[in-house]
């Protein structure tokens, strides 16, 4: 089931387009990746899902029917640009908002103790924001934004000002929050993120569309004629006329093979080669990150521009 769908959306600002018919559609309980370089057009996209402005055409729909004003009310927003109030005390900033969300105290009380607790940041309740990193001002953002357990929950660049460990334990908190049935769009520049968290994506380069589907399809569709080999043992296979070796690493008995087949690719010429060569545990297209596709179709595309 598609729980939010963005239809054909275009909006220009003076004589800029920020999007030119852009449309999305995000599956429910699932995490979509919005890439693109800087400028694309991913935040004003955002902006618009929160109906902090309006398109000039398209249309967007929530559970199968036009987006309303009150609908705010569902969405849980975590905006690139962070906005605590710095001279109030965190437990009472991060009251206050709950509140203004909905919750009654009480409720708002409970659930702030639960994420508190689960962050590890109890000892930060009265601390002004001031205070505190840039990081952990950060935390207690993204706690603010999930507290009242929003259907859909837009995560823009949320691992900004994080060390490793603290990405690491917001990553694991977002795969959490989809378990709970939440509905996440993601917003980011870290492609390694990308290939761990979402389910699918859609990259906007210069207003437009350029690339969607689900990563798992994208990096299959965008693999080359290269392939993994698992082995048994120490093996490194010899070059022949179907492939080329490009590297070969031997580790705990096992050893992995890169090749580059010829063009056309000839899977079984080279299957046979592995085969003969020693006991193939694996055999696999080397697939290509996310960050390797990004870099290729946004780099083809603005080759294309400029050639018009």
């Known amino acids: ?32 990746g919005l890439l693109g370089p800087n400028g694309a057009g991913k935040t004003t996209l955002i902006r618009i899902i929160n109906q902090i402005t309006a ?37 009472e900033q991060a009251l206050y908002l709950a509140q203004l969300k909905g919750l009654s105290h009480a409720e708002a009380m409970r659930r ?11 000892d930060w309740w009265d601390k002004k924001v001031e205070e505190l990193s840039k990081g952990m001002q950060q935390k207690v953002q993204f706690v603010t934004t999930v507290l009242h357990e929003p259907k859909l929950l837009i995560f823009d660049e949320p691992f900004t000002g994080f060390d490793p460990i603290n990405v690491k334990q917001i990553k694991d908190e977002i795969l959490f929050l989809r378990e709970r049935g939440a509905t996440i769009i ?29 990563v798992e399809k994208i990096r299959h569709d965008w693999a080359g004629n290269e392939f993994e080999i698992v082995f048994a043992g120490e093996v490194t296979p010899s070059a022949n006329g179907h492939f080329t070796v490009l590297s070969s690493t031997f580790d705990e008995g096992r050893s992995t093979v890169l090749v580059k087949a010829a063009d056309p690719v000839d899977n079984n010429g080279i299957l046979s080669a592995m085969t003969a060569a020693g006991q193939v ?13 990004f870099i290729r179709v946004v780099e083809t595309k603005n080759k294309e521009a400029a050639k018009n």
């Open 1 to 32: 089931m598609i729980l939010f769908e963005a239809k054909e959306v275009t909006k220009r600002f003076a004589t800029q387009t920020a999007l030119d018919r852009v449309s999305i559609s995000v599956p429910e309980q699932s995490i979509y």
């Open 55 to 91: 398109p000039d055409t398209g249309a967007l729909f929530l559970n199968g029917r036009p987006l309303r004003p009150d609908d705010v009310n569902i969405i849980g927003y975590l905006p690139e640009e962070r906005g605590l109030y710095k001279k109030m005390k965190v437990g």
């Open 112 to 122: 702030l103790k639960y994420w508190f607790k689960k962050l590890q940041i109890t």
């Open 186 to 214: 993601f917003s980011t520049h870290n492609m390694s993120s990308v290939e761990e968290l979402c389910d699918n994506i859609t990259l906007i380069n210069k207003a437009n569309t350029i690339l969607e589907g689900s």
């Open 281 to 293: 545990l694996s055999f696999n297209p080397a697939l290509p990150s996310m960050n390797e596709i």
